[in-house]
């Protein structure tokens, strides 16, 4: 699997008023394919979202740093939202389950 790290770019401050959005580059994942991240989660009470270009089905697993999984996001489009609990790092796992590649952009939302 490939690695790819984004946290510095995926932190939230709690300095902002309103929901917070950090942003991230779009990733390419080919047909088939998967990709792993690792996010830095703080403070606690975020989503990340995954959405994708609408190309292919893409599949989602959050994890904590035990390795339990959090949540999950198999339904048959290309937008995942994911719970997160705590903060600290998180695995995140998306796998296409398509025959098109996609690229989606991971960003970490304040629940409100």
């Known amino acids: 699997m490939y690695l790819k790290p984004i946290a510095a770019s995926l932190a939230c401050s709690t300095l902002l008023a309103g929901p917070c959005v950090a942003r991230a580059t779009s990733i390419r994942i080919e047909a088939w394919g998967s990709r792993e991240h690792t996010l830095d989660v703080a403070p606690s009470g975020q989503w990340i979202v995954i959405q994708g270009n609408g190309n292919s089905d893409l599949d989602c697993w959050v994890y904590d740093e035990q390795r339990r999984l959090l949540d999950s996001d198999t339904n048959g489009t290309d937008h995942c939202v994911?719970?997160?609990?705590?903060?600290?790092?998180?695995?995140?796992?998306?796998?296409?389950?398509?025959?098109?590649?996609?690229?989606?952009?991971?960003?970490?939302?304040?629940?409100?």
């Open 82 to 112: 994911l719970e997160t609990r705590g903060t600290g790092v998180h695995r995140v796992d998306v796998e296409n389950v398509g025959n098109r590649p996609n690229r989606y952009v991971v960003t970490l939302k304040r629940m409100s």
